[in-house]
């Protein structure tokens, strides 16, 4: 097994769990029970989570008012998207 493949069986599974955070978050919210903190859900994305965190804040239309998350979300996405296409560049096939 290659790095590629270990690099993105990574998002894959970080993608998945920030998309199932801000889906748990939500209920919890509608539920009035104890949430997910703000600072969780922004580290899932920050960790390599950002499609998945974006994927559910528009699914479960949650956090789309928060500016922290509007804003946020995407440059923490736009810049896994530019270190990602860095790395193929410098050490690409």
């Not at 993608?15 to 978050?25: A, H, P, R, T, Y």
């Not at 969780?40 to 994305?45: D, F, P, T």
């Given at each position: 097994?290659?790095?590629?493949?270990?690099?993105?069986?990574?998002?894959?599974i970080v993608?998945?769990?920030?998309?199932?955070?801000?889906?748990?978050?939500k209920q919890k919210a509608i539920h009035h029970e104890w949430r997910i903190s703000e600072a969780?859900?922004?580290?899932?994305?920050a960790i390599g989570g950002g499609v998945g965190a974006l994927c559910g804040m528009y699914v479960f239309h949650h956090?789309?008012?928060h500016p922290k998350f509007m804003i946020g979300v995407p440059l923490l996405l736009a810049l896994w998207i530019a270190a990602i296409c860095m790395f193929l560049f410098k050490f690409g096939r």
């Open positions: 097994m290659d790095y590629r493949m270990i690099g993105i069986g990574y998002l894959v993608n998945l769990v920030s998309f199932i955070m801000f889906g748990v978050d969780a859900l922004m580290i899932s994305a956090k789309t008012k």
